[in-house]
């Protein structure tokens, strides 16, 4: 299976991820202009009647776009579904994406086919987030398009798998869209991911610290001031694993390095995980490449001159 030729046209092979609280049409709007995937939960739409709102904004200012540049049309855009039983939107969303034909959706916490078929009926393909083989298997036997492997270091909810190994594991009997998640934030690092056997970089945190996230000052600071050596790995949050700032932690009155476990049956994205998320920071490791917080669409320019740089330095050393 090749990539679909609407994600091949990309400036650079980057799928920005979808934000919790943080991706807005805002930033989706500045990513696809920009060149690369942007994306959002769908649930960042709050009520849910804002979803329909959103996605009227995304898709009417993409084509207006794409009339004014007709020789540098705007990269497909891609909403994210959570699947898992806590998730009571997920039908109302789903038939609000059905309604706007959103080319790609991005599924996580489950894989079903019967949300797999829904978007296969309006034309639109579905990538699954995985952290290991045997779940890359299961969102594949259930229909879903391509795999967003989520390897260790990503930020928000993450595997402990090297992405030497994940890779390798799933490229062994998957030739799909694949994309590589996990301290994403250079232009080197998308290439790195290629050289593996990937197809996109999947690229979150650093895209947090750009003018048109909705997050807070004092997030993006964070991010702009940490280093991998500020990021905690803790289930308590919201019943899953997931990388965090420390700094965030450490101003909720929690002592990062001294954590508890958390119920996985607590595991809530429509209610109280709304406050985990907004005051403790989801974040990936590979912030340190993030010096400043900048329009998206430096952000780009800068993962594309990276990107270049290093395919032409590898050429010259081989």
């Not at 979808?18 to 060149?35: D, H, R």
């Not at 398009?145 to 930020?155: F, K, P, T």
């Amino acid at each position: 299976m090749s990539v679909p030729a609407f994600l091949s046209r990309l400036r650079i092979p980057v799928i920005g991820s979808p934000l919790f609280i943080v991706s807005n049409p805002k930033l989706v709007i500045a990513q696809c202009t920009s060149g690369v995937v942007g994306s959002m939960p769908a649930l960042n739409a709050r009520p849910a009647s804002q979803l329909d709102e959103w996605l009227h904004e995304i898709t009417e200012t993409l084509a207006a776009w794409d009339l004014d540049h007709p020789n540098q049309k705007a990269a497909p855009f891609a909403i994210n579904q959570i699947v898992h039983k806590s998730n009571d939107r997920l039908e109302h969303d789903m038939q609000v994406c059905a309604k706007y034909r959103v080319p790609l959706v991005i599924t996580s916490l489950g894989a079903r086919t019967d949300v797999n078929d829904a978007v296969h009926a309006w034309g639109g393909i579905v990538m699954h987030d995985i952290i290991n083989n045997a779940f890359a298997r299961k969102a594949i036997e259930k229909g879903a398009d391509g795999l967003i492997a989520v390897a260790a270091g990503a930020g928000g909810h993450a595997g402990v798998k090297s992405p030497f190994a994940l890779i390798q594991e799933i490229r062994e009997w998957f030739d799909g869209p694949l994309a590589l998640s996990g301290s994403m934030a250079t232009g080197g690092a998308v290439l790195a991911a290629q050289a593996m056997g990937a197809d996109f970089g999947y690229i979150g945190s650093a895209f947090i610290a750009t003018d048109e996230a909705r997050a807070s000052d004092d997030y993006k600071r964070c991010i702009v001031d940490s280093t991998s050596d500020d990021i905690v790995y803790s289930n308590l949050f919201t019943g899953v694993h997931g990388n965090y700032l420390k700094p965030s932690v450490r101003n909720a009155g929690l002592d990062p390095d001294q954590l508890p476990q958390s119920d996985p049956s607590k595991m809530n994205f429509g209610g109280d995980a709304r406050k985990a998320w907004k005051d403790i920071w989801g974040c990936g490791q590979g912030i340190g490449a993030v010096k400043a917080v900048v329009p998206t669409r430096v952000l780009v320019d800068r993962l594309a001159a990276e990107y270049q740089a290093a395919r032409a330095h590898l050429q010259l050393r081989g």
